[in-house]
């Protein structure tokens, strides 16, 4: 493996495989001295073109506990206004010698271009680029459901398991990256959200759609249900908006005590973060022990352990 | 007082091999040609001689963004590329809505030579959809525009549009309607469907083009007067212009060659020299563009041409311009998708590249005339035997965002002549005019 860009280029065997190295990895980090001395003197870069806090920490304390250096790149420009361009920022850090740059950004395709631009010989992480994919926020994910129901879970795929995502998906990076990992696993997925926020085109994705939560909950048995957050700024913009106001989406697609309690017991609940209490999930979910909305945070430093080390010391065991 | 040429056992239209003899601009003698003493002999066995190519649809950039493209560049492309005419947009920098601009741009392409350069007017002032341009002083002009185009903005309010349509039947104009609806498109990145679904790119979707096909086709019924769709790029737009014809409503179309060879898949390398304005569509949309031009619902070939600096291409998607260059490589496509596929003779590609432009564009008294005796000699010499491969690095326009580069294309433009002048000729036949 010499990037992670997108879910869709990984086999079954890539996943559990990085799967089962962040297991390891999350076994390493219940020891009195958590760091490890793999990545010394390999640069990791964090390319930041958007704020993320949560995923620049979640990568930072991940590479610093393989012992890499670390270098966070805040890299200012949007759409609206150009910054640096994509191409002097990647000559940059090839400049300053990065093994791997872990880049999150505003542009769909942009951890592409960054990797096939000929622009740098590291590794690229996608740690999400616009409304395409963030294969670790999903590979995240897809520990979190195994380790809490599959018995086994080392070497295990998720036959079997029924996993529905509600939300935003035309925008979502999140469910991108789910819907071919979690089907590449073996699980079944289920889309729920409004006819608006399904992009146009999605026939082909391995998944079912549904437009209400209460249908998903009636007619799948569902193991998982991961709650997307929602943009503020879908709801306004008037003629724009992609539905008609907070109350009615919470009202459809909330996940409030009552749904929560028509869940299979086993269920659990989930949300990439930081959550909207009171508009996608009720206080009441979000707290449930049912929830593992905090565990997904610690299995996110494991996993990203575990891509880092097989894109850097793998390729070296490789060579 | 230049010397006489003669191109000797051309293929005419590619149907009837014969000889040309030109002298002071003019096709003085077709068929079993006398050779003067003094004349330059073109050898043309097995080259297609083809009445001089028309684009109806070019951007040259200049004045505005020279670093991108100019008059000169853009011409000398253009004469590589087979054209002996091109219309220039308007969207330059000043906008091309005042006889002024018109006329500047129109005389320093008289004053280059390697083409005519006529150039399109704005509809509205500043390309903003608000006022009527002063389309009867363009029309009036040293430049004599006919055609009138906001292109790279739809004209989108219908009222606007409905007085365009009326007020150019004063000097016998028409619209050229890049066809868009602007609200169905807002952020649109690429054609809507299965891959923009995947990419996560926003979706540009066929109907943003075909309503306001749709909308137009009736304001020019109801009016009376001609409309010219732009680069149409979808099946269903054919279908809406196929249901125009047959009402009798002065509708007539075009498509870029682009268009009818790459699709939507293109998208998948992020690669921003893909992203076009309307976007690469589906192979289902290619073929019915194909099936379309070669029925005749599509009128012409025209290339959308579209310079860009290479900053605004070597970047994110999102940020890069739209267009790409098309004066070079369109034979070369139109041969490969049209020509060796059967779909369409040299006669077709006489008439789609040539004389239905210059009749569209009203240039037809100089244009797209027939390779005949006593008519001007504007030529174009094809050899359809001579692959090549394209190298960004290697073209005439300033600019390098083709699509093409790595790609062989079947044949190209080797000689071509306005007015009787060679304007580009191949180096395998410099030695003729040495």
């Known amino acids: ?319 | 007082m230049s010397r006489p040429i003669v191109i000797k056992n051309a293929s005419l239209y590619g149907d009837t091999t014969a000889s040309l003899l030109i002298e002071d601009g003019v096709i003085t003698a077709v068929g079993d040609v006398e050779t003067p003493d003094d004349a330059v002999v073109v050898e043309a066995d097995g080259l297609v001689a083809l009445p001089g190519l028309v684009d109806l649809h070019t951007h040259l950039r200049e004045p505005g963004r020279e670093d991108a493209e100019t008059i000169e560049t853009g011409s000398r492309a253009a004469a590589r590329g087979g054209w002996t005419a091109v219309h220039a947009m308007a969207n330059t920098n000043p906008v091309a809505d005042t006889a002024g601009v018109v006329e500047q741009v129109y005389s320093r392409g008289q004053e280059i030579g390697l083409c005519d350069v006529f150039p399109v007017g704005a509809v509205t002032v500043g390309l903003k959809g608000e006022h009527l341009s002063e389309m009867g002083a363009m029309a009036s002009s040293k430049a004599r525009v006919r055609l009138f185009s906001d292109d790279g903005v739809c004209v989108y309010d219908p009222v606007i549009m409905r007085r365009a349509l009326e007020y150019v039947k004063t000097f016998d104009g028409a619209v050229v309607q890049h066809a868009q609806d602007l609200r169905l498109t807002e952020g649109a990145q690429m054609h809507e469907g299965e891959v923009s679904a995947e990419l996560g790119l926003a979706g540009w979707p066929a109907v943003a083009e075909e309503s306001i096909v749709a909308r137009d086709a009736l304001l020019a019924e109801h009016v009376g007067s001609r409309v010219h769709v732009q680069h149409l790029s979808t099946a269903g737009s054919v279908e809406i212009v196929r249901w125009a014809k047959d009402r009798a409503i002065q509708v007539t179309a075009e498509a870029t060659p682009h268009h009818l060879l790459l699709t939507d898949e293109s998208a998948r390398t992020y690669d921003p020299l893909f992203k076009v304005n309307p976007p690469l569509r589906t192979q289902a949309d290619v073929d019915a563009l194909r099936q379309a031009v070669a029925d005749g619902t599509i009128d012409i070939i025209a290339t959308d041409h579209a310079p860009h600096a290479s900053e605004d291409k070597d970047c994110e998607w999102a940020s890069a311009s739209f267009g790409m260059l098309g004066l070079e490589t369109a034979l070369g496509v139109i041969q490969k998708v049209l020509v060796d596929t059967g779909a369409c003779t040299w006669r077709d590609v006489a008439r789609l590249m040539s004389e239905a432009p210059a009749r569209i564009g009203q240039v037809d008294d100089r244009h797209g005339r027939p390779l005949a005796e006593g008519e001007p000699a504007n030529i174009t010499l094809v050899d359809p035997n001579a692959a090549w491969t394209v190298e960004a690095d290697q073209l005439a326009s300033r600019a390098r965002n083709t699509p093409y580069g790595g790609i062989e294309l079947p044949g190209r433009a080797v000689a071509t002549f306005l007015r009787g002048v060679p304007t580009h000729v191949d180096p395998t036949l410099e030695g003729a005019f040495a």
């Open chain 1, 1 to 319: 493996m010499r990037h992670l860009l997108s879910t869709k280029d990984l086999t079954k065997s890539d996943a559990i495989l990085i799967l089962d190295t962040a297991a390891q990895m999350a076994a390493t980090q219940e020891r009195e001295v958590r760091k490890l001395p793999t990545l010394r003197g390999k640069t990791v870069v964090n390319l930041f073109f958007e704020d993320s806090t949560r995923t620049r920490i979640s990568f930072e304390a991940a590479a610093k506990r393989l012992s890499a250096d670390v270098i966070n790149f805040s890299a200012k420009g949007s759409s609206v206004s150009k910054g640096e361009s994509l191409k002097d920022t990647a000559l940059t850090l090839q400049a300053m010698g990065a093994d791997a740059v872990v880049v999150r950004h505003w542009a769909s395709g942009a951890a592409y271009q960054l990797a096939h631009g000929g622009w740098l010989h590291g590794s690229v992480l996608n740690a999400g680029d616009g409304t395409h994919q963030h294969p670790t926020q999903s590979l995240l994910d897809a520990f979190t459901i195994r380790k809490h129901l599959v018995t086994s879970p080392l070497g295990a795929d998720l036959n079997g398991l029924t996993v529905a995502i509600v939300g935003d998906v035309l925008h979502s990076r999140v469910a991108r990256s789910n819907v071919h990992l979690l089907h590449t696993l073996g699980a079944k997925v289920v889309l729920v959200a409004p006819a608006t926020l399904v992009p146009v085109g999605i026939d082909p994705w391995p998944c079912d759609v549904v437009h209400t939560l209460d249908e998903a909950i009636e007619s799948y048995d569902i193991d998982a249900l991961m709650m997307l957050r929602v943009q503020r700024e879908r709801m306004t913009g008037g003629g724009s908006a992609f539905f008609p106001s907070p109350a009615e989406y919470t009202r459809i697609y909330g996940l409030d005590g009552d749904r929560l309690r028509r869940l299979p017991d086993h269920a659990i609940v989930m949300h990439p973060g930081p959550m909207n209490r009171g508009l996608e999930i009720s206080a009441e979910a979000a707290d449930s022990p049912r929830s593992v909305i905090v565990e997904q945070v610690a299995n996110g430093v494991a996993v990203r352990m575990a891509a880092l080390y097989l894109l850097l010391a793998g390729e070296e065991a490789a060579q």
